[in-house]
Nanobody, 119 residues
Framework: QVQLVETGGGLVQPGGSLRLSCAASGTILSIYTVGWYRQAPGKQRELVATIPSVGSTNYADSVKGRFAISRDNAKNTVYLQMNSLKPEDTAIYCC?????????????WGQGIQVTVSS
């Protein structure tokens, strides 16, 4: 059974930093494209950043230059380093892993974690 577990969320002051982790079990995360999404109350879910199994990372314009997505394949984990946080970054953040296999699309979600940016 594949599971994705996010950790590292919490309350931080504006201008602060947090690092979110998305740890996988039951599969090898390095073969997936992994994305971090967020959803704020009353707003649509937004794709924040993606890291493919091979290739370049991508970021939403709203987080470029402040957030960085990375992998540690030895730990089967993807990270989202969030710097210079703003109140508008407040949301529930979820990681998603997907790939196309012989049997079709494989798509997994974590349970989500709260990030609150407030003074």
């Amino acid at each position: 059974q594949v599971q994705l577990v996010e950790t590292g969320g919490g309350l931080v002051q504006p201008g602060g930093s947090l690092r979110l982790s998305c740890a996988a079990s039951g599969t090898i995360l390095s073969i997936y494209t992994v994305g971090w999404y967020r959803q704020a109350p009353g707003k649509q879910r937004e794709l924040v950043a993606t890291i493919p199994s091979v290739g370049s990372t991508n970021y939403a314009d709203s987080v470029k230059g402040r957030f960085a997505i990375s992998r540690d394949n030895a730990k089967n984990t993807v990270y989202l380093q969030m710097n210079s946080l703003k109140p508008e970054d407040t949301a529930i953040y979820c990681c998603n892993a997907q790939r196309v296999g012989i049997k079709g699309m494989y798509n997994y979600w974590g349970q989500g974690i709260q990030v609150t940016v407030s003074s």
